[in-house]
């Protein structure tokens, strides 16, 4: 009977140690039999690059941005089975052309024209970080842009800019978008924006101490809180649509080319009240952008700054930046991000290279 028992053992055994070395067999595979993983890029994501040119965080411009990541600024990354883009973009750092704020965003290669335009350009996007720091007094502090439309002839002033903006200790933050006017003459310093809220308030709410903050909008957006944006140009007709899954979908339109500040009298009291006391009182041409070639700007904008408030108190924001030292900036929350699912964009028959600005702005 031991006998038995005895080989019994002996054959589990080796039948064991062979199911053993079987496995590990059929574990190790030649370098060529490896599973190699794929990187995905934002351009597998959004398939729309060869469109755009894209300009880092640090300053740099990466040109088109197909099969191309940067870690730092601009990358794919999946949440929860769903790829999204990625644009990141310090508080202070390198900065683009003559722009005061370090910004990862997309330009669009080719310019249209407002009076003969039909182009769109559509996005869904969260917010995911705004700096948590700057002065509460200065408008600017705590935002960031997430769209634009940008004029790449003339003063090259922005028609369009939406912004993200959260205060900190808030849980819901504000959507507004910004018309700036296309100064009339050849002097731009006394151009102005004026902001209309989507979602929570305007650029014109702020606190009011360095570190005191107006009451939280109750019909805000989160961080992290999906919404898309929709921007439509036909016929010189700005048209602008704001959905979101817990938010009433809104809808606004503005004339491009045909101006509504061409007077004193035509300045809106917001405008009164944060612009004209530091001397940005200027008047628009009564063509507004007519004649002006127009293009579309995607993704990360930051317009907070390290700048002092006392050089413009609606976009000198004091904030942290670290001298300018990127990993810290990271490491205490002083950046703006922004996350893209997916985006669209269709283009005039018209268009033509943008490469004139560019150049002008390497």
Same mark, same amino acid.
């Given at each position: 009977?031991?006998?038995?028992?005895?080989?019994?053992?002996?054959?589990?055994?080796?039948?064991?140690?062979?199911?053993?070395?079987?496995?590990?067999?059929?574990?190790?595979?030649?370098? /060529?039999?490896?599973?190699?993983?794929?990187?995905?890029?934002?351009?597998?994501?959004?398939?729309?690059?060869?469109?755009?040119?894209?300009?880092?965080?640090?300053?740099?411009?990466?040109?088109?941005?197909?099969?191309?990541?940067?870690?730092?600024?601009?990358?794919?990354? !999946?949440?929860?089975?769903?790829?999204?883009?990625?644009?990141?973009?310090?508080?202070?750092?390198?900065?683009?052309?003559?722009?005061?704020?370090?910004?990862?965003?997309?330009?669009?290669?080719?310019?249209?024209?407002?009076?003969?335009? !039909?182009?769109?350009?559509?996005?869904?996007?969260?917010?995911?970080?705004?700096?948590?720091?700057?002065?509460?007094?200065?408008?600017?502090?705590?935002?960031?842009?997430?769209?634009?439309?940008?004029?790449?002839?003339?003063?090259?002033?922005?028609?369009?800019?939406?912004?993200?903006?959260?205060?900190?200790?808030?849980?819901?933050?504000?959507?507004?978008?910004?018309?700036?006017?296309?100064?009339?003459?050849?002097?731009?310093?006394?151009?102005?924006?004026? /902001?209309?809220?989507?979602?929570?308030?305007?650029?014109?709410?702020?606190?009011?101490?360095?570190?005191?903050?107006?009451?939280?909008?109750?019909?805000?957006?989160?961080?992290?809180?999906?919404?898309?944006?929709?921007?439509?140009?036909?016929?010189?007709?700005?048209?602008?649509?704001?959905?979101?899954?817990?938010?009433?979908?809104?809808?606004? /339109?503005? !004339?491009?080319?045909?101006?509504?500040?061409?007077?004193?009298?035509?300045?809106?009291?917001?405008?009164?009240?944060?612009?004209?006391?530091?001397?940005?009182?200027?008047?628009?041409?009564?063509?507004?952008?007519?004649?002006?070639?127009?293009?579309?700007?995607?993704?990360?904008?930051?317009?907070?700054?390290?700048?002092?408030?006392?050089?413009?108190?609606? $976009?000198?924001?004091?904030?942290?930046?670290?001298?300018? !030292?990127?990993?810290?900036?990271?490491?205490?929350?002083?950046?703006?991000?922004? $996350?893209?699912?997916?985006?669209?964009?269709?283009?005039?028959?018209?268009?033509?290279?943008?490469?004139?600005?560019?150049?002008?702005?390497?």
């Amino acid at each position: 009977m031991y006998k038995k028992v005895i080989t019994s053992a002996v054959v589990l055994i080796f039948v064991s140690l062979a199911l053993v070395l079987n496995s590990c067999k059929n574990d190790t595979k030649t370098p /060529s039999e490896k599973e190699v993983l794929k990187t995905v890029y934002a351009s597998d994501v959004i398939p729309f690059f060869d469109q755009w040119k894209l300009i880092l965080g640090d300053g740099s411009n990466a040109g088109v941005a197909t099969n191309f990541e940067n870690k730092d600024f601009f990358y794919a990354e !999946n949440e929860q089975s769903r790829d999204w883009v990625v644009f990141k973009a310090p508080n202070g750092g390198d900065t683009h052309g003559t722009s005061n704020n370090t910004r990862t965003e997309l330009a669009q290669a080719k310019k249209w024209y407002p009076k003969t335009a !039909n182009d769109k350009l559509s996005a869904t996007l969260k917010v995911m970080n705004v700096s948590a720091t700057g002065d509460a007094r200065v408008a600017a502090s705590y935002s960031v842009v997430i769209g634009q439309i940008h004029s790449a002839d003339g003063h090259e002033n922005e028609p369009l800019k939406i912004f993200y903006k959260k205060f900190p200790g808030h849980t819901k933050g504000s959507v507004f978008w910004h018309y700036e006017i296309n100064t009339a003459g050849d002097d731009n310093s006394g151009r102005w924006d004026y /902001s209309t809220a989507v979602w929570g308030d305007d650029f014109s709410v702020v606190g009011t101490e360095e570190n005191t903050y107006p009451k939280e909008p109750t019909d805000g957006i989160a961080l992290g809180e999906e919404f898309s944006y929709k921007i439509e140009v036909k016929d010189g007709i700005m048209n602008l649509t704001f959905t979101s899954q817990e938010h009433e979908t809104k809808t606004f /339109s503005k !004339n491009l080319i045909e101006s509504e500040y061409t007077t004193t009298a035509d300045i809106p009291n917001q405008t009164q009240k944060l612009f004209v006391p530091i001397g940005q009182d200027g008047l628009e041409r009564k063509i507004a952008y007519a004649g002006e070639g127009c293009f579309f700007k995607l993704g990360c904008y930051n317009q907070t700054n390290g700048k002092s408030p006392e050089i413009n108190k609606n $976009w000198c924001s004091g904030a942290e930046t670290h001298g300018g !030292n990127i990993p810290k900036q990271y490491a205490d929350g002083n950046y703006a991000e922004v $996350w893209f699912k997916t985006a669209n964009i269709s283009v005039s028959a018209d268009a033509v290279s943008n490469d004139g600005y560019f150049a002008k702005n390497d």
